[in-house]
């Protein structure tokens, strides 16, 4: 009797299972159960499930990392699977090389998970949203060269702002590879600053026709721009993350090129207006330069006045001060050496002097002191 051990019927099970073609590269349509995702390692275990089996399912934390959604427990998906055993358990299991959310409820949770995982980020965060600026010379448009929204924008744009150039980067707006086709276009007009604006979206459709729109990396890179960006994403009941996470939303392709320009008419009129409110201020302000003019010179004159009376004043006191008025009065002052003689008693005998009179001076000698001296 030829026996086996464990080992070897576990390692024999495992190789027929791998040598299987059919079992290397398999859809399941499932619903996934007892989801768990390994914090250290980021591996995910759960089971696939319909309603009368299930089997035991590994996704490696390469294949997780990579998923634009995180599994929940009831969701409906497609699982791209290579089946194989885990030999030392002997366990039947998959392994999960890819995963598709199936239906609406599943498409709807993969929305949901993305625009927590984005509004964490801050990305739809009101207070970072740029202003669209008032008068853009440069207007950027990223949609399908194919599709009706271009015509639309550049009626609208020519219409109401015919003075701004319009840059049309063209992108594939739906299907697979239309989210990187947006992003390209985006940031091929925001680099380098060639627009003051930019508009990106499309005409409406279905779900699956504007599901580009809703992508992460898009919402990523329209955040991430330094030009302001306008979404125009279908028609007024479908919100894509694109929407979310641009600076300002139109419900169509049209609305956005109304709000991405002003109206020539209405700026025209509104700098005429402003031209003859300047002109009025302008007016008001020299007539009430010319008022302060005549105050301040009126002021400054009878200041003048003032000053000149106080004046007039103090030279009359000066004057009646003088001593050259004391001298016109018959009066003279003796001076020796340059300096006044105040006393008789600081005068000898010999001594020059100086006698100066109102209208002159003469020099004398001091024959005897306390005696006047006759002029010398």
């Not at 984005?118 to 949203?129: C, E, H, T």
């Not at 209405?266 to 008022?291: C, P, V």
Request: aromatic share 6%.
């Amino acid at each position: 009797m030829h026996t086996l051990s464990i080992t070897q019927l576990n390692r024999y099970v495992k190789a027929v299972l791998e040598e299987d073609s059919k079992l290397a590269d398999l859809f399941l349509k499932a619903e996934v159960s007892n989801f768990t995702r390994n914090g250290r390692s980021g591996h995910c275990y759960f089971s696939l499930k319909d309603e009368n089996s299930s089997v035991r399912a590994v996704m490696w934390a390469g294949v997780a990392s990579a998923l634009k959604f995180l599994p929940e427990d009831g969701m409906s998906v497609i699982a791209r699977v290579t089946v194989g055993l885990y030999e030392r358990d002997g366990s039947f299991q998959v392994y999960v090389n890819d995963l598709i959310p199936e239906g609406e409820g599943a498409l709807a949770a993969a929305m949901r998970q993305r625009v927590e995982r984005l509004s964490k980020l801050g990305v739809f965060d009101p207070a970072r949203k740029k202003p669209i600026p008032a008068w853009p010379m440069r207007v950027g448009v990223v949609t399908s060269e194919t599709g009706a929204a271009i015509g639309d924008i550049t009626q609208v744009l020519s219409r109401r702002w015919p003075v701004a150039r319009m840059l049309f980067c063209p992108a594939q707006v739906q299907g697979e590879g239309a989210a990187q086709s947006l992003i390209a276009a985006l940031k091929k007009l925001d680099g380098g600053g060639k627009c003051d604006v930019i508009i990106i979206g499309r005409g409406g459709g279905s779900s699956e026709d504007l599901r580009a729109f809703s992508d992460e990396a898009l919402a990523m890179a329209v955040y991430e721009a330094k030009t302001p960006v306008i979404s125009a994403v279908g028609h007024e009941m479908d919100i894509s993350i694109c929407d979310m996470a641009a600076d300002l939303r139109a419900p169509t392709p049209s609305a956005a090129a109304e709000l991405a320009v002003p109206l020539l008419e209405q700026e025209l009129l509104s700098l005429e207006r402003r031209e003859k409110d300047l002109q009025r201020f302008i007016k008001n302000k020299w007539e009430r330069l010319d008022f302060f003019a005549d105050s301040l010179y009126n002021i400054q004159k009878e200041m003048i006045r003032g000053k000149n009376r106080e004046l007039a004043a103090k030279s009359a006191l000066l004057d009646s001060l003088s001593p050259l008025r004391i001298l016109g009065r018959g009066y003279a002052a003796v001076f020796h050496e340059d300096r006044a003689v105040r006393s008789a008693a600081e005068l000898r005998e010999g001594q020059k002097v100086g006698i100066r009179f109102a209208d002159g001076t003469a020099q004398a000698r001091i024959e005897k002191a306390g005696v006047s001296a006759d002029e010398g």
